[in-house]
């Protein structure tokens, strides 16, 4: 229904578009929300998209652009004046500024900056000094500064001027000399006494994060402490910006899906939409870790051929390496995947390894064995009675029982393992996901199933 009613709008857009009724049309689009109406303007994409924005009253213009793809943003840019482009950079905080000329090309971003006023451009070069994926690249500057000596009127006052500029008033910053010395909110002024000092009501007990902090722990700090926003101080705690909750949360998404990429052993290199990526843009982001994935997958190779008279002398003990190397495979990839997001949510830390190999090893071994039960019941019933192969024996199925066991212990312990090396290392703890864990566990199960193979049935 609600897709339905999506489409319904923007075909009621596109007529009376087309049919240049544009005071119908400046009337539906003040009644919707900005992502919405970035919606619209991303499925319309056409040279009337300009002539439907200029519509817009300029702060829900500029909340819509910030809403939109970069296909969306560098079109309307062609389409727009320079006075139109200054108007829409003077409407936009520093941060979106920011993230607009980090996503455009660079004869759009020429333009962008030179219809900006001084002082824009100067705080956006500031913010573009920073590191990439560092708290310093997310934060805005626009705040509200308080002094300690003002009083809760002087406080509300001087917020009453300034705030329409800032991105949030809720949360205000005592300073001294720039250095970060405490926070109050608006909710503390507005119910204190009129000559209350401010530095009598802040909170003194200040949470920040430092400029050249990664951005994960930035948006895990707000999970952790429920901020509608977070101080950015320098090395010496001065109060430098503040990091928003809406920057946070697409901080988590864009983090997110490149953990889900890697996990997939995809290289992430794309924030666009999936119907949006050319097919060449997915072919280059799948086939590096692709090869490399074959590459290694050879070791399996070399050792079946190692053990090609193993398997000579007892052919049954083939149709059973598909299912332990899955098996292998699903064990490893469990491990792995609890481990990683356990590492994402600063739940364990690579001191904690040795507690989480003894945990593993123990879910291990239940497994190991309910699993080597469940098989050795189907294997004897199932395979050896109702299909009638007499190649299946006793010691066969106990072969392929203990096999599993062993696999799903050693799986479990290298997908606990590798991902917490990998993050001690430097490298991202997702890279050791799935298909990687699965590679090394095939190779490894085996190896194991033909070495008890040869022990147990003498081959």
Avoid at 173 to 183: A, C, H, M, P, Q
Avoid at 203 to 213: P, Q
Avoid at 227 to 248: H, M, Q
Wanted: proline share 3%; charged share 25%.
């Amino acid at each position: 229904m609600e897709r339905k009613s999506s489409v319904d709008l923007f075909d009621t857009i596109q007529t009376l578009l087309e049919n240049k009724k544009y005071a119908a049309l400046r009337d539906i689009l003040n009644t919707m929300n900005p992502v919405d109406i970035a919606a619209v303007f991303e499925d319309l994409q056409s040279e009337k998209t300009a002539l439907l924005f200029r519509l817009l009253p300029k702060e829900t213009a500029a909340e819509t652009f910030v809403e939109m793809d970069e296909d969306t943003q560098e079109l309307l840019i062609h389409g727009f004046s320079d006075t139109e482009l200054k108007e829409l950079i003077d409407e936009l905080y520093v941060d979106d500024a920011v993230d607009l000329i980090e996503e455009m090309p660079a004869n759009v971003v020429k333009r962008i900056l030179r219809q900006a006023d001084p002082e824009t451009r100067k705080e956006i070069n500031e913010i573009l000094k920073y590191p990439e994926d560092s708290a310093g690249s997310i934060m805005t500057t626009e705040c509200v500064i308080l002094r300690p000596k003002m009083t809760a009127e002087e406080a509300i006052k001087r917020i009453r001027r300034t705030g329409i500029d800032k991105e949030t008033i809720y949360t205000c910053y005592v300073t001294d000399n720039s250095t970060l010395i405490g926070i109050v909110t608006i909710k503390t002024l507005l119910l204190s006494e009129d000559d209350e000092v401010v530095e009598n009501i802040m909170e003194t007990n200040v949470i920040s994060v430092n400029t050249l902090d990664d951005q994960e722990v930035v948006a895990q700090m707000f999970n952790k402490y429920n901020f509608l926003a977070l101080p950015v101080v320098d090395g010496e705690n001065r109060l430098v910006g503040i990091v928003t909750v809406d920057d946070a949360i697409d901080v988590m998404e864009e983090e997110a899906t490149e953990d889900i990429q890697k996990m997939a052993a995809i290289t992430p290199n794309t924030e666009k939409p999936y119907d949006r990526i050319g097919v060449f843009e997915t072919y280059a982001a799948r086939i590096p870790w692709l090869l490399i994935l074959m590459i290694s997958a050879t070791f399996t190779g070399m050792i079946i051929t190692g053990f090609e008279d193993a398997l000579a002398g007892s052919l049954v003990l083939s149709a059973f390496i598909p299912m332990l190397m899955d098996t292998g495979g699903n064990s490893g990839s469990q491990a792995s995947v609890t481990i990683i997001r356990a590492l994402s949510l600063g739940e364990i830390e690579f001191k904690d390894i040795f507690k989480v190999i003894f945990k593993e090893a123990r879910v291990s071994l239940l497994c190991g064995v309910t699993l080597a039960a469940a098989n050795f019941a189907k294997i004897m019933l199932f395979d050896r009675l109702v299909l009638g192969n007499t190649g299946i024996t006793v010691p066969v199925a106990l072969v392929v029982c203990l096999t599993m066991v062993v696999t799903i212990f050693i799986a479990k312990l290298v997908g606990c393992t590798l991902p917490m090396i990998a993050k001690k290392i430097g490298f991202d703890p997702a890279v050791m996901a799935s298909p990687f864990i699965t590679t090394i566990v095939d190779a490894i199960s085996l190896f194991v199933y033909f070495r008890i193979a040869t022990a147990i049935l003498h081959i």
